[in-house]
């Protein structure tokens, strides 16, 4: 069975600081997926990276794809009391990509 | 922009009962899926449907029936309710394809559900 297993769990950080979280998994994917979800709302995505060692920037997130195609990172830079919420990843297997393998998510509270 | 609608909102069931959650998009998406997400479980797929007329069983089908006669719509039946469904539920839509690579799923609002 492919897992992905998202670390920390939760992170609560103070307005500014910088923070990373990360998506691992022992099996290779042939894309990853990245969302954030809002309490009461389905998550959004945010971004997609499908080449091993793929950096991709959103305003003020980095979405990394590890060489191997295996794990992935996001790292958050000054963060804001906006991006509180539960980041997801989610892996498309090259064997079968009509379903994704979903992390648990990463807890994000940032406080003002 | 509407996107993926789902109703209701909220929904409080006695054990036994059935109920019929629906789901409607308007992009013409031809993949269509419902999840359930609950603490320590994370998103979980229980049908998916990659067109009009068909679909197929997830990683949770039992006790969920799905069909899926229009392009927009794609309702999910809960056929005797159970405590164990006590969840909330999300219906999800993208363009279809071979490859997932690259495909927006969007998500609708969620569908709270207590079965007491």
């Known amino acids: 069975t492919q897992l992905l297993e998202q670390s920390p769990q939760f992170l609560s950080i103070q307005e500014g600081e910088n923070l990373t979280v990360y998506c691992n998994s022992s099996?290779?994917?042939?894309?990853l997926q990245w969302y954030r979800q809002e309490p009461g709302e389905g998550p959004v995505l945010l971004v997609t990276?499908?080449?091993g060692g793929e950096v991709k920037k959103l305003k003020r997130l980095t979405f990394q794809f590890g060489d191997a195609r295996k794990d992935s990172s996001l790292h958050i830079t000054a963060a804001q009391p906006g991006d509180t919420g539960l980041y997801l990843c989610?892996?498309?297997?090259?064997?079968?990509?009509?379903?994704?393998?979903w992390g648990l998510g990463t807890s994000l509270a940032v406080n003002p | 922009n509407a996107g993926v609608t789902q109703t209701p909102k909220f929904q409080v069931l006695k054990t036994g009962q059935s109920m019929t959650l629906q789901c409607a998009q308007d992009?013409?998406?031809?993949?269509m899926s419902w999840y359930r997400q609950d603490p320590g479980m994370g998103l979980r797929l229980i049908h998916y449907?990659?067109?009009?007329?068909?679909?197929d069983q997830g990683e949770v089908p039992n006790g969920y029936n799905v069909s899926r006669s229009t392009t927009e719509d794609f309702p999910l039946r809960l056929l005797s309710a159970a405590p164990s469904q006590t969840s909330v539920y999300f219906c999800?839509?993208?363009?279809?394809?071979?490859?997932?690579?690259?495909?927006?799923?969007?998500f609708g609002e969620g569908s709270w559900l207590t079965v007491v």
């Open positions: 999800a839509s993208s363009y279809s394809g071979q490859n997932l690579v690259s495909r927006t799923i969007y």
């Open positions: 992009m013409n998406h031809e993949y």
């Open positions: 449907s990659v067109g009009a007329g068909i679909t």
């Open positions: 099996s290779v994917f042939s894309s």
């Open positions: 990276v499908v080449t």
């Open positions: 989610a892996g498309a297997n090259a064997g079968n990509n009509r379903k994704l393998i």
